[in-house]
C-alpha cells in the first residue's frame, strides 16, 4: 500500500498545510516516509461538517446494517496482513507477535460489537402504556431509547497502535450506535494509522455505508486536538493518554460555550496488595509473576503494577529479594518512542535521589538511549516513604515499580485512603485474607474500577463485564468505561417520545417490537409485544 | 411542627452564623418565620464528613432496606399532613391544591423507587465466565455491577417546593442507590425544606439507617453552593434551576483538582410546531390547551412552551386570535419570589421594544406588582423576527410565549437547526403531516429530550421511560435524566471484580444469583444462576 501522509477526509486525501512530520523508528531514531501534513483549521472543519452532513443517514442504519459494517472493519482488517503488523513494529518498537496480538483483539472487538448491536437490548428501549381514563390526569403513553449523539472527535493511544487506535473500541462502539467519527491520528504512528484507516474506508464501501461517517486528521502538537474539540459540530470526545494532556482537553471541552463530554482514559498507579496469606503460601510465585506483568511490552500500560504493599515479616524480605532478582533478569527493550523514553529516565533519575527510596533491583544489562531502551527499576521503601514520596502514588510510564513494606496492617488501609482513582487495583491474598482485610478491599472498592484477585492489571479482557475506568484521574467520569460493550454509552443519550405514533416510532419501540429487544415494558423486562 | 432555622447535620440541629434570612409570602411580601441561618464553611463541612463516614454503612445495606427505607419517606411524607402543604403555599404562592398535587407525585416517586431498587436489575450486572484453557491466554472470570459515588451536593428547584426539592428525584434516587445527601434548601422556600427534612429524618429513624445519610444546609447567596461543589468528599452534585446559576456551579464542579460530575438541569424554550393538517382540523382547540398549557402555574415550569411555529394561513390567523383570546382571559397570578417576578417583567419590557415583535395577547386584568403578579402575555413574529431576535429562543420564566407564523414550510426545519438543546419539543400534527415533516422531525429528534406528539409539555409522568433532559443548556449532559428511575444513573458507577472469589462478590454477581435480577451472562439477558 503506498502511503500519502495527507489527511483522510470521508475518503479523499487532502494535504493543505506545508508543515509536516514524521513517524519514527525508535529504535534507530531513523524517519520513517512518508511525511505526514499537518492538519489545517481549514481540512478539520471540513471533516466535521462532513461528518456532520452524513449523521442522519447513518444514525438510521438499522442494527444490521451496522453489524455487517461492523463485521467488516474486522475482515478488511484482517486482509491488511502483515503490512499493518510492520509498520505499527517499526513505529512503536512493540515486536510482531504483540502487533499480531493487537491485531486479533481489534478484529475480535468489532464482531463482539457487531453481536451486540445486532442483539440490539443496548438501547435500554423502556415503554409505559398511556391510559385516557386515569383520574385526575390522563396518563400519557411514554417511550424512550438511546439515540446517537453525533460527530465524535477520537484521539487514540500511543500504546496501542492498532487496538486503541484507529481501529479501537472508541471507533467501533462510535460506529456502532450511529455516531460518524473523526481521529486525529497519533503522530506517533501515523503510518499504522493510515494502512488501518483503509480498513475502515473499504468496509463502509462494501457496506454501503456514507464515506463521510470516518475521517482522519494529523497533527503532531496539540493544536489540532484543541480544534477538533472545540468545534461547533463535535458532540463528544474520547481520549487515551497522559493525565496532563487529557486534563487540557476535558477543560476545552467542559469550558466550551456548549460544553461537550470529553471522555479521558489517562492512566494510573494500578496498586497490588499481597496479603500475608498469600505472600506465606507463594510469595515467590507472586514476586515472579508480578515482574512478569511490570516488565510486558515494556511497562507501557495504562494498567501498569506501579506500587506494591505488602506486611513487613521474612517472606516479604523473600518476595523483595526474588522480585528484584527477575528485574536484574530483564533486558532493556525500546520504548514507544523518544518522548515517553525521555520521560520515564528522567522519572526514575529523580526517584534514585529520594532518600526514602531505595533501589532494590535493576536490570542487569545497561540499556541504550540511541535505541531508546528502558532498563526495569524497582524501588524499595515503607508507608513513611510513601506517605513523604507522594508523586510515587502517580504513574511512572514504563517499567518501573515500588514495593512498600508496611508495619502494620491498618498502613494498608490507611495508604488505600490516600490512593488517587485508579483503574485498577489488585489483591492476592486467600478468603481469610479477604475477610481479615474487608476494610482495605471496602476502600478500594470506592477507588478503583477493576479489582483482581490472585491476578495482574495488565491484560485486560474485552467483554461485556469488563470496566475500564475509575475515579478521577483515571478518567474525567467514573461512569464510563473505554474498553467493553458498556462503551456505547459513551456517545448516546436518551431521546423519549410521548404520544408518538406507531408508524414513526423506532423499531426497538414499536408495539411489535420488530426487533425484538429487551424492553422494561410497565416496569417488567419483556422481549414481548405490546 | 416548631422549625428552628438551623442546619440539620445528620439530624442534629446547627445555627453557627450570624447572618439569617427569611422565607417570604410572594403575595404580600410578608416576612415569615422563622429566620434562617446561613449555613458556615464549617457546617458544610460537617455534613459532607458525616455522610462520608456513613456512606459505607449506607452503600452496603440490602436493596431490600432500602426499599424500605424509600417506602417510609413516603409514609412520612404523607404523614405531614396540611402543614407541609401549607408552607410550601405560603413561601411560593402556589395554590394549596397544586401543593396536594407536588406531594403526591413526592410520594409516589419515593414507592416508584422503592420498587425499582428491590426488583434490583438496574445494576446492570454482567457476568463473563472465565475459561482456564483458553489459548493462547487463559481467559479470567469478570463480572461488574453498579456501585453508588459517595455524597451527593443536591440543589433543588424553587418552582417545585415538594416535588423537586428535599423529596425530590435527585434525594430520592440518591439514597435508592445508596448515596448520602447533603443538599442546599431552596433560599425561597426554606420553611417547606425544613418541614419535609423531618420526613426524611422520621424514615431513617424508622427504618434503621445512618442518620448521617442526610443533611441539609441554608444558603441565601452564592457561597453556600459553591462550597457544596468545592467540598472534597462531594462525590457529584444535582442542580435544577436557571442556566446562569447552573453554568456556574458546572464550571465549578470540572475546575476541582478532581472534577465531579455535575447534573443540572437548566430548562429550555420547548417549542411547539402546529403544522398544517392539525392547524386545519383543530387549531382553535390546540390554541385553548396551549395557553392553558402556558399559564398552568403560572407559566414556571422547565418546560413551559415558549415558543409555536406554524404555517402562514388563515387557520393560522384564526389560531393567533382564539390564543390570544384566551391570554386575555388569564387573570394574573402570584409568582414564585419577587426576583423571579422581576425578571419576568423586565424581560417582557424588552420584548415589548422590539420592532419585530407585536404584542397580541395580553391579561386584561392588571397584574398588582405588591403581589408579584404575573400578567400572561402572547407575542406575534415571523422566521425574520425569530432570526433577528435570538433571545426569543432562550428561557423566559413565566407566563409568556411568542407565535411564529412561517412563511414556507422549510421556515420550520431552518429554525429547528438553530435551536439550542431543549427538554421538549411538541408537533401537533396528522400522520400525514408527520410524513410530509419527517425532516423537520428529524432535526428535533437531535434537539430535544422528548417528544410529543399532538400534546404539550408541561406534566411530566414520573415513570421508567420519561426523559427529562436534553442537549445543552437543557442539561450539562444529555445522557443523563433528571426525573425517572434512569436518574439513578447519575449517582453510580461500574465496579468490576476480576477472578473474585463467591464468598466477597456483592449478592447480585454471585453464581446462585439469590436476588434474581436479571443480568447479562455470558452475553446472554438470563436471570439464571450461573
Not at 478488511?76 to 493487537?102: N, Q, V
Not at 488505600?416 to 475477610?435: F, I, N, Q, R, Y
Request: aromatic share 8%; glycine share 10%; charged share 20%.
Amino acid at each position: 500500500m503506498e502511503l500519502h501522509g495527507g489527511q483522510i477526509i470521508g475518503g479523499e486525501r487532502s494535504a493543505l498545510s506545508g508543515e509536516v512530520f514524521h513517524g519514527v523508528d525508535p529504535s534507530s531514531g531513523e524517519q520513517l516516509n512518508p511525511a505526514y501534513f499537518e492538519a489545517t483549521a481549514d481540512e478539520i472543519d471540513q471533516a466535521l461538517r462532513l461528518a456532520e452532513s452524513v449523521f442522519d443517514e447513518f444514525r438510521k442504519t438499522t442494527p444490521g446494517q451496522r453489524g455487517a459494517f461492523l463485521d467488516a472493519i474486522a475482515d478488511e482488517t484482517e486482509a491488511l496482513g502483515d503490512e499493518l503488523l510492520k509498520r505499527a513494529s517499526a513505529e512503536t518498537g512493540h515486536p510482531l507477535p504483540r502487533c499480531a496480538m493487537e491485531r486479533d483483539r481489534a478484529v475480535n472487538q468489532a464482531r463482539l460489537f457487531a453481536g451486540f448491536v445486532r442483539e440490539g437490548s443496548w438501547v435500554d428501549a423502556r415503554i409505559d402504556l398511556g391510559d385516557s381514563g386515569r383520574i385526575p390526569m390522563p396518563k400519557p403513553d411514554v417511550r424512550s431509547l438511546m439515540q446517537p449523539v453525533g460527530p465524535i472527535a477520537i484521539f487514540g493511544a500511543s500504546n496501542f497502535p492498532i487496538a486503541i487506535s484507529v481501529l479501537g473500541a472508541d471507533t467501533i462502539s462510535a460506529f456502532a450506535c450511529g455516531c460518524p467519527v473523526v481521529i486525529k491520528a497519533h503522530p506517533a504512528h501515523p503510518g499504522t494509522c493510515e494502512i488501518a484507516a483503509q480498513a475502515v474506508i473499504a468496509a463502509a464501501l462494501k457496506t454501503g455505508m456514507p464515506a463521510g461517517l470516518f475521517s482522519m486528521v494529523h497533527g503532531k502538537g496539540n493544536a489540532v486536538g484543541e480544534e477538533l474539540v472545540r468545534h461547533p459540530a463535535t458532540a463528544a470526545a474520547a481520549f487515551t493518554g497522559s493525565l496532563g494532556g487529557g486534563r487540557s482537553l476535558f477543560e476545552t471541552a467542559s469550558n466550551r460555550p456548549i460544553p461537550i463530554p470529553f471522555y479521558a482514559e489517562m492512566g494510573s498507579v494500578n496498586p497490588i496488595f499481597v496479603l500475608p496469606g498469600a505472600l506465606a503460601e507463594r510469595g515467590e510465585e507472586i514476586a515472579g509473576e508480578f515482574v512478569g506483568s511490570l516488565t510486558m511490552g515494556v511497562g507501557q500500560f495504562c494498567t501498569n503494577p506501579g506500587l506494591v504493599l505488602g506486611l513487613k515479616s521474612e517472606q516479604w524480605d523473600n518476595f523483595s529479594k526474588s522480585a528484584a532478582e527477575k528485574v536484574g533478569e530483564f533486558v532493556p527493550q525500546t520504548m514507544l518512542h523518544a518522548g515517553i523514553h525521555h520521560a520515564f529516565t528522567s522519572g526514575v533519575e529523580e526517584r534514585k535521589k529520594s532518600s526514602d527510596l531505595h533501589l532494590v533491583g535493576e536490570s542487569s544489562r545497561a540499556a541504550s538511549v540511541e535505541k531508546s531502551e528502558a532498563a526495569c527499576y524497582l524501588f524499595e521503601t515503607n508507608a513513611e516513604g510513601l506517605a513523604a514520596n507522594p508523586e510515587l502514588a502517580e504513574e511512572l510510564f514504563g517499567p518501573v515499580s515500588t514495593l512498600v513494606k508496611c508495619s502494620e496492617p491498618s498502613d494498608m488501609e490507611a495508604f488505600a485512603k490516600t490512593l488517587s482513582g485508579s483503574l485498577t487495583a489488585s489483591v492476592h491474598g486467600t478468603e481469610k485474607d479477604l475477610e481479615e482485610y474487608a476494610g482495605l478491599i471496602s476502600v478500594l472498592e470506592k477507588k478503583a474500577g477493576r479489582l483482581i484477585f490472585n491476578g495482574y492489571p495488565v491484560g485486560l479482557e474485552v467483554c461485556h463485564s469488563i470496566h475500564h475506568g475509575g475515579p478521577y484521574p483515571a478518567t474525567c467520569h467514573s461512569y464510563f468505561t473505554s474498553i467493553g460493550t458498556r462503551c456505547i454509552q459513551r456517545f448516546v443519550r436518551p431521546v423519549c417520545f410521548q404520544d408518538w405514533p406507531q408508524s414513526a416510532l423506532p423499531p426497538e419501540l414499536k408495539d411489535e417490537n420488530p426487533l425484538e429487544v429487551l424492553r422494561i415494558l410497565d416496569g417488567e423486562y419483556t422481549r414481548d409485544a405490546v
